[in-house]
């Protein structure tokens, strides 16, 4: 802080109070240079000593003040941001609707106003609008993925595991799970990616999808040395199969092949001649939601008699043991 010609040092480079223009070469020539030039017939020039003093200090309090406000702006902002990003991981993490951040925004106010009213600025701040979610959340997608690919880059050995089925809308997913080890021994397993299958699902497709899903995450093929599937013919065919075309287009490999699991339910189903059974418990349970008033009756009745169940399954015809429920819910 210089009481001559008021200026002081704010990040390496000399300021003026006066103006509060910086000066870009930290000269004593171009210091005067500017003094002289904008601020000679000023009325500090013919100030004294102890007035130069306490306008210099004044100045530097005005200095500080404004630089203290944008610091604690772009403090607050920051907050609000990453409070944001909280929220939107939350949304996709628990499967939740993206305008549901409009409501938690509206709870959070609301208890703000309880808890802490002189702070409810700053959670206003906080933008959870629709279009922002779905930002946020493609934001936190594309750093995982790129979490991901660095650890990929590092990985000696790695498993994959791939299933296909169907979602909610009728809409065929291949899901991609990869499990690895570094020259560390840190294993690492993780969702790889999900590929939609438009159109059929042959083994031609899948590993059609397959060789997709490794090129876009960078996974050497040398490095995969198993491949554990869910055991449909699509997969295991040795032919025109996932795994018959994986040999076909890697031939030489040392990669092993698994399938999952058979549950204990899907071997009794295939003992025992369950047809008549589970065709009877399917005409029951669809004659009873294909009605709508009878559907509500049957709902009354079982919370009447304080059923464990307050409604019947659909039976869902895919791999997954939509079977096991819906006997359990009718028995």
């Known amino acids: 802080m210089d009481l001559e010609i008021f200026f002081t040092v704010v990040k390496d480079k000399p300021v003026f109070l006066i103006c509060n223009e910086a000066v870009a070469v930290f000269k004593e020539y171009n210091i005067s240079r500017h003094f002289t030039s904008k601020h000679k017939n000023s009325n500090y020039e013919g100030m004294s000593e102890y007035e130069r003093k306490q306008n210099v200090e004044s100045l530097c309090k005005k200095l500080s003040g404004r630089q203290n406000l944008f610091k604690k702006g772009n403090t607050i902002q920051e907050a609000a941001t990453h409070a944001s990003y909280i929220v939107a991981y939350n949304i996709a993490k628990n499967n939740k609707a993206l305008s549901d951040g409009q409501f938690v925004k509206q709870c959070m106010l609301q208890v703000c106003d309880v808890l802490c009213p002189d702070k409810k600025n700053d959670f ?114 040795k032919k025109s199969g996932f795994i018959g075309l994986f040999n076909q287009n890697y031939p030489g490999n040392n990669v092993v092949f698994l399938h999952c699991v058979i549950h204990q339910d899907a071997l009794c189903k295939s003992a025992l001649n369950m047809k008549p059974v589970l065709d009877a418990v399917v005409k029951l349970v669809n004659t009873i939601r294909s009605c709508g008033l009878t559907h509500r009756k049957f709902r009354d009745f079982l919370q009447s008699v304080q059923s464990e169940y307050s409604d019947v399954l659909y039976y869902t015809n895919v791999r997954w043991l939509s079977a096991g429920c819906v006997f359990e819910r009718v028995w």
């Not at 009728?170 to 397993?189: G, K, P």
């Not at 059929?200 to 554990?228: A, H, W």
């Open 124 to 237: 206003q701040t906080v933008s959870l609008s629709r279009k922002t979610v779905t930002s946020r959340i493609e934001a936190i997608d594309k750093n995982l993925t790129s979490q991901l690919e660095s650890k990929i880059g590092q990985f000696k050995f790695c498993t994959i595991a791939m299933d296909e089925s169907t979602d909610i809308n009728d809409a065929a997913q291949l899901v991609l799970f990869i499990r690895s080890v570094d020259e560390n021994f840190e294993i690492t397993e993780e969702l790889a990616c999900m590929r939609s299958l438009k159109g059929t699902t042959k083994g031609f497709d899948i590993f059609r999808e397959f060789q997709e899903g490794l090129l876009t995450l960078k996974v050497p093929i040398t490095n995969i040395c198993n491949i554990t599937t869910d055991g449909a013919p699509n997969m295991t065919g």
